[in-house]
Each structure stands twice: as C-alpha cells, then as structure tokens.
C-alpha cells in the first residue's frame, strides 16, 4: 500500500464479502423451494428471493468495483483520495440503500423489472451515491500526478456505468419498449461498461503481479475493450429477438453477439500470455489464482455458453428458460465475482501488512468455489437442455416439465454446498489478514 | 506491430461507429411503420394491468415474452392456453395457488385488479414475436390450429 487512502478499499471489500453471503443465503432458499421445499413461502415467496439474489450480486459487486477503484486509482493518480471522510459517507449510503432495498422486497415494495426491481424513489438515493462516488474517482484522478490508461479505462468503465442507469428509470407503457430499454442497463452493463470495469482491473493486478510493461499491457487493454464494444454494443440485439421487435435484431443481434466471445477469448489469451512473459514472480499466489481464473473462467461462462444459446435459430427454442440462468451463473461468476475476489486477494495482504500470500485455506477456497460453481453450472445446463426439449419439442406441460427436471436442483443444492464452503474459506482468510493499517504503509516495494 | 495509438483509435473508432448504428436501428425499430406491437391498442386498463404486474413483481417467478425467472409458467399467449376464466381464479384466489405442489403468492385480487390483468395478458398475447409465440406456447398453437381446422 503506498497511501493511506487506500485502506477505505478494505471496508468496501468487507461490505461486498456480507452480502455475498446474504445472496448465497437467497440462493438456497431458491434451490429447496424447486425441489418443493418451500416452508419459507409465506415470509420469502420466489419473487422475493429471487429478486434479493439478483439484487445483493449486483451490489456486492458494485462494491467490489468501488473498493478496487478506491484502491487503484490512488496508486495510478500517484496521490492520496481527495476526500476518505467522504468515501465513507459513499459507503455507508451505499450500504443504507442496499439493505432499505433488500427489507423492502420482503414486503412488496419494488419494481418489478427484472435486475432493476430497486423502487423508483431508492433510485434517487443510488444516483447521488454514484455521482458522490464518481465526483471521488475524477477528482483524485484529474488532481493526480499521471493519468495512466488502466485508470482512465476503470474510470470510463465507471462513468459509463453510472450514466447507463438512467434509461433503466425512464417510464414506459408498452411492456415492449420497457423491456427494450430495460436491456439498454443490464446487457449494457454485463457485456460492455462492466468489461472496461473488469479489464481496468485487470491490467492493474497483471501490471503488479507479472511485472511486465505497462505499456504492452495497456496496448493490448485497448484492444481488449475495443472488441468489447464492438461486439457487445450491437449484441445487445440477441435481447431483442423474440420480444416484438423488428426482425432486423435477429441478423444484426445473431451476427454481434456471435462475436462476443472474442473479447472474452482476447482478455484470457492476454492474462495468461502476459503470465508467462512476466519474469516478476509476485509471491501473492492465491492473488495470482484468482486473475488468471478470472480472465479463463469468463471465456467459458461469458463467452461460450453465452454463445450456445445466442445465435437466433437456437435462441427461439431457450429463450425464457433454464438454459439462461446456465449461462448467467458461470458468466458472472468468471467475469466479475471472480475479478473483485482477485483485487481483494491482491490488495488485502498490502493493506493489513499481513502477507498470507499463499496458505492452503486460500488454495482450497479457490478450487472448491469453482469446481462448485462449474458443477452447479451443469445442473442447470442438463436442466435447461431437458426443459426445452419435453417443453418445447414435447409440448409438455410447464409443471409437468419443472417436476421430471427436479433431480437436477438437488445436484445443484449439492454443488452450490461445495461452491458455499469455498466462499467460507475464502473469508475465513479474508478475516484472518485482520483490519487495515498505516503500519502496513510501503512506499518502496513494487508489489 | 500495432501501437498503443493505433490501438485506442481502435477501441474509440469501434466504439463510435457501433453505438451511432444502435442508435439507428433502435429509432427504426421504433418507428410507427414497423410497430409489431398494437401499440395503439395499450389502453389505459392495459396500463392498469403492467402496473399491477410490475408492483407484485410477477416476472420474478413468471415469464413473459421469454423474459423472467423461470420457476412458474411463461404468461405469453396465457388467455389462449387456460381460457380467461381459469386465469382470473388464479388471480383472485384467497389462498395459494398450488398446481403440482408449487405455490404461488395468494394475492387475492379484486374482480376489477383481475379484469386490468387479464386486458394487459391479452394485449401481449396479440404481440408479432418474430416466430417466439408459436414455439413458447405449443399449447395455444395446436389450439389455434384445431380452431382454424
């Protein structure tokens, strides 16, 4: 850690790791109430669950985006954050808007709409948090000594991210054009500003962790985040096929998206190719785990199985089922879940200045959450599969369907209990590195 | 070899041009000609009813036009597959709605609440899906078929 600043990061990361537990919580009760297990219905109903499980990943990975940002963005600016009283205001609103949003889905109180369920007026609130957030980041940023290109893509990334909330509040009549610019936020997010995110952060653990020039590794950012907007903006049309729009999104949706794998194939050869040309060999290993297995880890979930069911002509059969949540829960998992627990690997040891860089409870929570996630991502896969078929080729009724396809949701509680005692691991170690301090101050090593 | 310059102006090049076309197409796409959806045919009791739909958060276990969450069956082409009555049951029923052991949240709507949803389900169900509505809903198809025979 080379400014005292960057320890507001931790409380961030802190804040991420509780409600990564709260969504895996979520998660469960979703998983029994399919194989009929549901004694919680008349308290958590499906829809609540479901949405506090979409909802808590989205912000415990915006604050993971933010506790990175907040630990970058000084080291790339080369000055102290312009304000840390006023970070924390930032994360105690954060934290005020999350958990008023995740009572209120208890109790009826959201929108409705798939993602974005926060109600209207807690919408405000995130907008002032995100512009105080922001006004943060661009202050240090402009006020710092250089203006590297890993933190100008992080801060774009950011900035991009923020200003694509908006479409998401615009009110709509047509359940049609809701939908339309509802994708506008989410797959806007997911597969474009959320990657200028994921690559900003990258960059930076690949320029500390292989030690290779800063300047090849920024070329090839570039390049990385140009084949992400490139495919990923006019992919978006793969939302569009079948929800009453123009036939156009089939060729132009079916022909980008096709191509948003690229990005995801570029970022993977790029982390593990820069891996092997580092001679710095950093001692934070489980750091190291992480960034690679991030940018590999993606490829697949985000990458392939995305591009399994994109293309039109299979689209019109899993569109609407299984298959998705398949895709969803490998793709996040790889691209972002995996991107903030690599920073907070990395940046962890630096800020406590206890240097558990590579301990077996570490390597283990590593394997154990990804061979449990990879598990739980072919129950739903074998589960998605079966569903179109006996539904759609078979005609067969839904319930019908959802109770031949239930053995898979016990081979996905069971895999999700291993995925469960990784994510446990890997905040025991969190907990184990104790609380951040100026102790921990190092202005001379480059690690 | 390509340079770091070369590089951004990739990056900024591509990005450009593509969100310009996105742009484009989503203006066409929206356009009167090409509505697909009887927008004119959204009256304020199918307005009445996406609220409803929206404030009880029925795509969190539903799906409609494919989009939602998977645990209970997809709404496109409802009226045509279970018939209004059946559907308006559900809706105003006092207890759990139970078929094969999954339950759904007893709203217990008013006869008014049901007739705003049922208008909104039946605007949806006459939406031009590119294809999507005969393959969501074999059911209604076969019925459509049968009629038409």
New interface residues.
Partial sequence: MKYKSQKVAYWFFAFSMLLLVLQITYGFI?GF??I?F?GL?EFI????A??VHTNLLVVWLLSGFMGAAYYIIPEEAQRELVSVKLAYVQLISLAVVGVAAVIGYHF?W?????FL?IPRQLDYLVVVNVLLFLGLILATLFKGKRKT?TALVLTMGLLFAALLYIPGMLPF????????FRWWVVHLWVEGVWELIMGGILSFLLIKLTGVDR?VI???L??I???T??SG??G??HH???????????I?GGI?SALEPLAFLAMALFAVNMYRKGEKKHPNKIALFWTLGSAIVSFVGAGLLGFAHTLPQTN??T????V??MHGHLAFWGAYAMIVLAIISYALPNMTGRKLYDSSVGRAAFWMSNVGMIGMTVAFGVAGVAQVYL??KF?M????V??EISIHFVVLILCATLFTVGIIMYIMDFIKHGKPTDEALDLESDL | M???KQ??A??LG??VV??L??IG??I???SKS?D??N?EG?TEQ??RG?VL?????????H????????????LTKVLDRRGEGYVKAVLMSPI?WN?????M?AYGFTKEEADDLIA?FDW?GG??????DT??S??AK?KIERNKN
């Fill in positions: 979703m109430a399919r009929g549901d219905h109903p499906f829809n609540t479901r949405a009826n959201w929108e409705g709409r798939k369920e290109t009549d047509s359940q049609v054009t809701d939908s339309f300047e920024e070329k090839w570039y390049v985040v140009g084949l907007f490139l903006i006019l978006t049309g569009y096929y079948y929800i009453g729009v123009n036939k156009i999104w089939l132009v980008f019109l059969y569109h609407g089922t299984l998705t949540a539904e759609r005609k009724d839904f319930m019908e959802q109770a | 390509l340079s770091k590089a951004r990739f990056f591509g990005t593509t969100f076309i996105f197409l989503t066409f796409s929206f090409q697909q959806t927008h959204i199918v307005v996406k739909w929206e404030e009880n958060n029925c795509m969190g276990c799906t409609i036009l494919g989009e939602g969450a998977y645990y209970a069956p997809e759990p078929p094969n052991g999954r339950k949240v909104f949806i939406i031009d899906l590119n294809g999507f393959v969501v074999p059911l076969d």
